[in-house]
């Protein structure tokens, strides 16, 4: 399966690692030495506010901290959407389409008329090389088309149902699947 930035990583229910039980992670880079991604659906209690105030005008709707994923969870990573993609703020790295990456050493005047939403995340998630190729082949990962909203969404609580009932044919049936079959 090929993988690239833009692109969504769903959890199926043979994945065992608890940090990414029913995650759906943003892929932000992938390469011949590995994939960095941002877990989408994990929000902290923690604001933008406490820890990055500059940003916390910025930043969209939940204003908190997102827990992007295990890896350098003491650092932080900004995903934003451009609202004219002519016209990339200072400190901006393409990711997809209209998301990047923005840097957040930058100042915030200069992005601020820039973006159509920002979100900032708490670690990351990484793979080494050929690590995720043979998750995504021994059936931990979905691997689909991501929507430049997913990362924005106000209430991340559905996203994984909801990013799997928009996938044609019978992947979007896996998003009735009850959380513990057990109890069906």
Not at 135 to 160: K, N
Request: glycine fraction near 10%; aromatic fraction near 8%.
């Amino acid at each position: 399966m090929l993988v690239a930035p833009g692109m969504l990583l769903v959890a199926t229910p043979a994945l065992v690692d608890p940090n990414f039980a029913d995650t759906v992670v943003l892929l932000l880079d992938v390469n011949e030495e590995g994939a960095l991604g941002v877990v989408l659906n994990r929000p902290s209690a923690v604001t933008v506010a406490e820890v990055l105030e500059p940003w916390s005008d910025i930043v969209a709707e939940p204003e908190v901290l997102f827990r992007g994923g295990p890896v350098s969870v003491d650092g932080a990573i900004a995903v934003g959407r451009l609202r004219d993609p002519g016209h990339p703020p200072v400190g901006w790295r393409p990711v997809a389409g209209t998301l990047g990456v923005v840097d957040l050493d930058a100042p915030t005047e200069l992005v601020d008329d820039t973006l159509d939403g920002l979100r900032v995340f708490a670690g990351y998630a990484g793979w080494g090389a050929q690590q995720l190729q043979d998750e995504i082949q021994e059936g931990s990962w979905y691997v689909v088309s991501g929507d430049d909203a997913d990362a924005f969404r106000d209430d991340t609580r559905q996203l994984w149902r909801d990013v799997l009932r928009r996938q044609p044919g019978m992947l979007a049936w896996h998003a009735t699947r009850p959380f513990d079959p057990d109890l069906n």
